[in-house]
C-alpha cells in the first residue's frame, strides 16, 4: 500500500502543484477544497502518512485545522506541512508547532516541496 497523503487548499492551482509533488514521491493523494472539508475527511479516514495544509482557507484556517489533528489521539503523530504565502508567524498564537510541523512558503519552488515531503515523511532523499 502506497503512503497517502491529504492536501488542503482552496487554491486549485497550488493542490495541482502539491498533488503532481506528492505523486512523483509515490504518494496517494486525498484533496480537500477548504479547512471544513479537511476535518471531515480526517474524522473518517485517519489513514495518511502526512497532511499538507494552506493557512489561508474559508470556513477553517490551516492553524485550526493543524490544532484539531494534535488534539486528535489518532492524528497527533501525523507529520503536516503548513504551505503559507505568508512570510511571518502571525497567527501562530496557541498553534501547536513541534518537531512534526514543518512551514513550506508556496513560493519556494517545486524543490523545495519536495524536500518539504521527503524531510516530513522520513525518507532519504535521492
Do not use: C
Not at 29 to 38: F, I, L, N
Not at 57 to 73: A, H, N, Q, S, T
Request: aromatic share 4%.
Amino acid at each position: 500500500m502506497s503512503a497517502r497523503v491529504l492536501i488542503a487548499d482552496d487554491d486549485r492551482d497550488a493542490r495541482v502543484l502539491w498533488t503532481a509533488v506528492a505523486e512523483a514521491e509515490n504518494l496517494q493523494v486525498v484533496e480537500a477544497e477548504d479547512g471544513r472539508q479537511a476535518i471531515e475527511i480526517l474524522k473518517e479516514d485517519a489513514n495518511f502518512d502526512l497532511i499538507i495544509l494552506d493557512v489561508m482557507m474559508p470556513f477553517v484556517e490551516g492553524y485550526e485545522v493543524l490544532k484539531f489533528i494534535r488534539e486528535e489521539d489518532r492524528l497527533a503523530h501525523i507529520p503536516v506541512i503548513i504551505s503559507t504565502a505568508d512570510r511571518t508567524t502571525r497567527g501562530l498564537t496557541g498553534v501547536p508547532v513541534d518537531d512534526r510541523t514543518a512551514f513550506i512558503s508556496k513560493a519556494s519552488g517545486l524543490d523545495n516541496m519536495r524536500r518539504g515531503i521527503i524531510q516530513s515523511l522520513g525518507r532519504k532523499a535521492e
